[in-house]
């Protein structure tokens, strides 16, 4: 049963190692990705969410790494809280905290629109008696999305940069 494990094992390895698959990161931090990542400039954001937004930005690409940026990146954010759930007394028993971000990614050099896209996510947020476990959990879904829009935008960037070359 074994022999049949390993040879199963060594046919997959063969098959996958003909595909033209390879790590986004191979390399890690001096790879072709992770060094076009570095050369992104993250524009400012307006609000809350937009500080948020643009800090994980930062930390993921590993922003301001080289002394001349060759993209900017570009974030617009609408953001929403919306009240769901209603008793017998109009009294609102769950909202839902949706964050919704277009971006472009732009070529300093040419000033062209290399990428224009959209990422978002939403989480639902359930109503207590204490206001200030609200508040907290408000705060907290928002951190939360903050984090999962800026994953959808570094995915999508380093995919497109890593297409480009």
């Given at each position: 049963m074994s022999h049949k494990i390993l040879l199963a094992a060594f046919a997959a390895g063969v098959l996958l190692g003909g595909c033209a698959l390879q790590p986004m990161y191979a390399?890690?931090?001096?790879?072709?990705?992770?060094?076009?990542?570095?050369?992104?400039?993250?524009s400012s954001i307006?609000?809350?969410?937009?500080?948020?937004?643009?800090?994980?930005?930062?930390?993921?690409l590993g922003a301001g790494a080289q002394a001349t940026p060759r993209y900017r990146l570009d974030?617009?954010?609408?953001?929403?809280?919306q009240g769901l759930g209603l008793l017998s007394n109009d009294a609102v028993t769950r909202e839902r905290r949706t964050l919704r971000a277009r971006?472009?990614?732009?070529?300093l050099s040419s000033?062209?629109?290399v990428l224009d896209a959209t990422a978002g996510a939403d989480a639902g947020i359930d109503i207590v008696s204490s206001e200030y476990a609200v508040i907290a959990a408000e705060q907290t879904a928002l951190e939360n999305l903050s984090h999962e829009v800026a994953?959808?935008?570094?995915t999508?960037?380093?995919?497109?940069?890593?297409?480009?070359?």
């Amino acid at each position: 049963m074994s022999h049949k494990i390993l040879l199963a094992a060594f046919a997959a390895g063969v098959l996958l190692g003909g595909c033209a698959l390879q790590p986004m990161y191979a390399g890690g931090g001096s790879g072709s990705v992770a060094r076009a990542l570095a050369g992104v400039d993250v524009s400012s954001i307006e609000g809350k969410a937009g500080w948020l937004v643009r800090a994980a930005l930062v930390g993921h690409l590993g922003a301001g790494a080289q002394a001349t940026p060759r993209y900017r990146l570009d974030v617009r954010l609408d953001e929403q809280l919306q009240g769901l759930g209603l008793l017998s007394n109009d009294a609102v028993t769950r909202e839902r905290r949706t964050l919704r971000a277009r971006y472009q990614l732009v070529d300093l050099s040419s000033g062209k629109i290399v990428l224009d896209a959209t990422a978002g996510a939403d989480a639902g947020i359930d109503i207590v008696s204490s206001e200030y476990a609200v508040i907290a959990a408000e705060q907290t879904a928002l951190e939360n999305l903050s984090h999962e829009v800026a994953d959808q935008i570094v995915t999508r960037v380093a995919t497109k940069l890593r297409q480009t070359g």
